[in-house]
């Protein structure tokens, strides 16, 4: 029930309602957004990934070659990261409903134009343009969240995001390879181009609606009563920092996030996560077959093991944190402990079990470490530079895409193995631990106390 205070439903004295009815609230946010939110993020990481399952039969059908396949996955990130700051500044100007709906349906138009691909040319445009058209799409996420969930609730909701990589994973493994298999030949079309038509559909329709399913802000949406409207908007402006006074899409408001000294903390932290992340993602398939499994069937089944893990690890651990309301101390434990883990990957345990617990290990300490950081950022940078600020956070962090497999790839090519690039990750992540834990300011994870 709401308790009226005085000035209640102003943002100088905002509602306060009691523990069970506030839970409500945001269980009824969370089932309006987040799932909606979750399986468009399973689309769009599916859509980025998808290109590893195609190369199977597309080099082949094209005739290209690996340094030509290789050039074209990577010039994703390249538009990807050009134009996340302005996809950003675009989200807090014209509102999460037309930015989602933009970017989802031209990032499905550009993974649909896939099948059309004939040399290389046209291969290399497409991929950048997917990058340019779904750069801002997870820190819109990030931007988007903190206007509906305090800080203290936001590693919960962050890691729902992160287990849906493991998802899409999960999901390219099995569909892909059934449509690459099975349309091969249909309508006189490649599996491949079949691949990209089917998987790219669904984020056009995504988009289309997005712009009736979300709402830009609480003070927007029609499915929530007044009460629960004005405590949801009275709760933001409570944790909002407002030293700023520049528009969150102006000139200005990038040039005072550039300026800001948590902006590079928090851009070196998530560099140094995201190249252990990623080295999961791109190599946990080769890791496995160095524990000494040489069937291909095998060695995808048992890299469902470390993900799954990871999927469900990841929440716990970061429910924990939101339950303890604490963000440092986990972090640093997530970070160490998956270099540690790491690092032991280059003892060469005998055992294909013990190798495969370390990997499980390593794989639920680094994907936990990334929800907790991203409920950090928003409640740090000041308002009017948040959207700004995390998307230059992220576009520094999602360079790792490219400098992290050329690292283990150019190690692993003159050493014969990645020990040496493990243990440069491993460095990496005790670093990131500790800059967040030294470097990083505490602050309170809600305008309010919990009752």
Known sequence: MMTPSPGAGTLSAPPTLALEAEDAVYRKVWLRIIPFLFVCYVVSFLDRINIGFAQLQMKHDLGFSDAMYGLGAAVFYVGY??????????????GARRTFSRIMVLWGLASVGMMLVTDAVHFYTLRFLLGVFEAGFFPGIVLYLSYWFPARRRAAVMAIFFAGVAVAGVLGGLVSGWIMRDMGGFMGMYGWQWMF??????????????IFWLADSPAQAPWLTAGERSFLVARQAQESTRTHHASPHSLTALKQALCHRHTYLFAFIYFALTCGSLTLNFWMPLMIRDFGIQDVVSISLYSVIPNAIGAVGLILIARHSDRRGERHGHFLACTTGGALALAALTLHPSS??????LLSVAAVLIFAALPIFWSLPPGLLPTQTAATGIAFISSVGITSGIVSPWLIGLVKT????????????????????LAMWTLIPRKPLDGSARR
């Open 81 to 94: 990261v050009l134009c996340e700051v302005p996809s950003n500044m675009a989200l807090a100007r014209f």
């Open 197 to 210: 038509a089917i998987e790219g559909a669904p984020a056009v329709l995504l988009g289309l609606v997005a």
């Open 414 to 433: 003159r050493t014969g193995n990645m020990d040496i690039a493990l243990y440069i990750l491993a460095g990496l992540l005790l670093a990131s631990g």
């Open 352 to 357: 294909f079990a013990v190798s495969l617990g």
